[in-house]
Structures are given as structure tokens and as C-alpha cells.
């Protein structure tokens, strides 16, 4: 093993992972995609401070967990090839849709995964599988009901419910139009290069295509998406960046019916519930309530974006695109 590589240990089945590894590819960083098996779980422990995947390990066993801060630290070694467009608007807007994919398509993403039996079954079979490489039929199934029993009432932690379906299963269809008319002739969100908010958004989707439900949409309707997943497996830049003018008006739809209209309004009203104290908070959405436990983490995220544009000079284009788009209020909003 080369002196300075890195040991990734992930999963095919974590959206977090499948990101952090193209990142990994696209900088050309040397490493080791090691997949968190059962036989190695003590390995893992060992460095984990989180119980989550991504995990990455250094030359020197330094760890690193959590795929933006990874992302944002590796960058600061990695720098080429850039990863955000140079126009400070669009690099604050690939960092807002790297927010949503994270904390709001992650959503769909996990609700499809366990919410039918046909999926549920799918996927718990080839997470047994990815856990147990080696096993035989009856420990791997005996491991795939182990899995369904836990993760099936999980389903509400991401605020999957009878109440919340509708809206959660319209945001993926939604999405998955719109990207596909995004990517209708453009081979990355921002261009002919790969920007954060690709790593993050087709981690996600890659997951999708896992799930019989959401495979059937994807693979049916969409081929501009799975072209893209496949391209992001192993991302090269093949072009420039595009300018704000070209990308509108695909790109500003999905800004509108899916970040404005959706995320940040969630976002902002559990980011609210957070400092509250409170546990589950409610917040109406196309004017359908959604009810779920208060998320510290998007909490957080919600911040850094707030504070981002606080402290940007000149942005009055940015927001201008906001405001038209539906996001500004409660990327500015002080009352809290
Ligand atoms: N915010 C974290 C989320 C990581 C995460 O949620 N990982 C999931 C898999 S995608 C996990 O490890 N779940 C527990 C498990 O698989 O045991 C990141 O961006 O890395």
C-alpha cells in the first residue's frame, strides 16, 4: 500500500459514502474503498468516534467522519481540480444543493428504502450480502430480517410517515424531472465539470437505484439521470463552468419547487424547534402538515449557510436569484 493512502470504509448502500469515494476518484486522492463488513466491525470500531460510514482513515490512522467536513478538508490538501464554480454565486449555490441533498433527499432516498416490502426485502437482502460477503442463504436472510426490523420503525427519524408520504414521495418525483431536464445535454449541474453538489446529490440518487420502486422511475423515465450516476462514479471534467444565464432556467425550477418551496422552510422551522428545545416540531409544506423529530445536525447546516451569506460581499445577484426562487427568507431571517 502506497505511504500516503486513505482507507475509506463505506458501503454501497450509504448515500454519504458512494459520495465521498467519487470525490476521492475525481481528486485523484490515493485510496482504499474498504467496505464495512461484519468481519470488520471491530477494525472499525477501533477508529469510529461516530457509528456512521463514511469513515476515513489516514497514513498516520488520523479519522475523519462526515462527508462535508471530509469534503472541506480534503480540499484544503486537494485543491485541484477545483470543486465549486468560480462565480461566488454559483459556488454558494452548489453548497445550498449540496445541503438539500444531503438533508432533505436523503429523505426520499431512505423512505423508499424501507417504506414497501418489495423494496424493503430488496434492499435488506443486498445490505446482508454487502455486510456478509461470505455467508450462506440462511445466516444472510436470518441478518436481512435482523435489518428490516431495525430500520423499518427508523423510518420516522427521517420523518417518513403516513402523514408525510405524499410530500416526500412528490419531492423525489418532482426532483427527478427536473434534473433530467437539467441534465438534458450537460454532463454535471454547473456544467462540464463536477461540482459539490453533484457528490452529494448523485450519492443520494445512486441509492435510489437500489430500491425496485425508485429504480423503476429512474431507469424508466429518466436516462439524462442514470447517464449522470454513471459519469459520477468516476467524475472527469470535460468542460468549463457555465454562467447563471444558461443554467436558469432549468436549474432555477429545481431551486424553486424543491429548495425554496420545500428544504429551507423544513429546515428553517427545525433549526427553530432545535433552539426550542423541542423534540418533534411541524411545519406546513404545500400546505400539507409534516411532522418529524427535530434533526441538531441540519440545525447546523442551516447556520453555515446563513453565515456564508451573511458574510459575502457583493451579493446582490445571489440574492436577487434567491428571492425570485424562494429560498432568501430563511437563509436571511434573524428572528430566531
Ligand atoms: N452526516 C453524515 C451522515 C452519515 C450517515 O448517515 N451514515 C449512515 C449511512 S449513509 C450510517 O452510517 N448509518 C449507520 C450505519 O450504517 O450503521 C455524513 O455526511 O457523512
Redesign the pocket.
Known sequence: MPETQYIIYG?E?????V??RSYFRYKKIPHEWRP?TLDRQAEFQKYAKL????LVLGPGEEVF????P?IEKFERKFPEPVLQPSSPELSYLSTLLEDYA?EWV?KPMFHYRWWRPEDSHAVSDGLARALMPNGDKASMDKLAAQLRTRMVPRLRFVGSSEQTKDIIETSLANLLKLLCAHLRGRAFLFGGRPALADFGLSGQIYCCLQQPTTEKMIRGQYPEITDWIDRMLDPQAIGGWEEWATLAPTLEPILKTEVGALYLPWSEANAKAVLAGAEEFSVELGGQPFTQQTAK?SAKALQTLKTRLGRMENRGVLEEILLKTGCLQPLVSQTW
Open positions: 458501503s448502500y450509504s448515500p454519504f459514502s459520495k465521498v464495512r457509528p456512521l460510514i463514511p467522519q462526515d462527508s462535508t471530509i444531503d436523503n445536525y
